[in-house]
């Protein structure tokens, strides 16, 4: 049964992103909007919807980049954004991840203000950051490639 839903899933997404009535930059603009906002934790369809309608771009297909990478996909790139912000910090990754297992096993609101605890979560955004940036960017293009591949005439 899951197989069906994954073949429904997939033929509503080429339906959505390939049969467009949009241009092919809106339609890929909106999926890189809905990529990026998808894989920025606190985030996500809700807030594509609204940067999609500021951007004046297509909201179905940025709609759909968010629901593609929503949480699932944060879970693959929390180590990469630790990585990769720790790096522009000049913290070590190791350190900054143990930190980040510490806060949330000892989370409380009233924690989230110490200086110690911004100095563990900085890194951390940064990285995603620059992860949800360069996805973005890369589903734009990819997408735009194949809207464009698609539209020509044969």
Known sequence: ???QRLKRFLALLYIKLVRTN???????LG???GVFTGIL?????IAAVFLASLA????????????VTNT????????ISVKIGSGIIGESWQDIKEKWSLLFKHFSFAGL????????ILPVMLGYLVVAICCGLVSYAVLILILN???KPR
């Open 1 to 3: 049964m899951n197989l």
């Open 22 to 28: 949009d241009t092919p930059q809106k339609a890929a």
């Open 31 to 33: 999926f890189g909007i």
């Open 41 to 45: 934790p606190g985030t996500g369809p």
């Open 56 to 67: 004046r771009v297509n909201r179905a297909t940025a709609l759909l980049g968010s629901l």
């Open 72 to 79: 699932w996909l944060s879970f693959i790139t929390f180590l």
């Open 113 to 120: 203000f110490k200086a110690s605890v911004l100095k563990t």
């Open 149 to 151: 591949l698609r539209k």
